[in-house]
């Protein structure tokens, strides 16, 4: 990601991330309705998942010019989110759900710009995601 980028995704994550659990709500309001299947993979507390979002956000976000450090954790999110039945081809729904849930939460303020340097963080994240749960599938297997 460039520097313009993350200035991009902090800027508007800030804005969004101002709408606390609201945002939080929309997101999943937006998954469910996109994949309603989707809902059997989260058993938990909602508030305490849309509480584990955010902060995730926050945390990504925050660290978006350090990657080396929170890739390991994005890493092994991803492995957890395979063992909780989280398919590669969910990751295109959830992205779908962010970009939408940002564009409601930021309304004019959500540029081209903006939505470009969106999909760039979270396509990474994804594909960080899905390679880690790939390669442990992998190994796994050949064991």
């Known amino acids: 990601m460039t520097p313009e980028q993350i200035l991009l995704v ?7 991330g101002a709408l606390g659990d609201r945002a939080a709500v929309l997101f ?11 809902k059997a993979l989260f058993r938990g507390d909602p508030a305490a998942q849309r509480a584990k979002l955010m902060a995730a956000l926050r945390t990504v976000v925050g660290a978006l010019d350090r990657l080396d450090q929170i890739l390991p954790m994005v890493r092994d999110l991803g492995r ?14 959830v992205g779908a759900a962010l970009i939408w849930t940002l564009e409601q939460g930021l309304g004019p303020d959500f540029t081209l710009a903006t939505r470009r340097a969106w999909i760039a963080a979270y396509s990474l994240l994804a594909w960080t995601m899905i390679a880690a749960a790939e390669a442990e599938l992998r190994e796994k297997q050949a064991a």
């Not at 902090?10 to 969004?16: E, H, M, N, Y």
């Open 28 to 38: 999943y309001d937006r998954l469910f309705e996109l994949d309603p299947s989707l």
């Open 10 to 16: 902090r800027s508007s994550f800030a804005k969004v």
């Open 80 to 93: 957890r989110h395979a063992h909780y039945g989280v398919e590669p081809e969910h990751y295109a729904t």
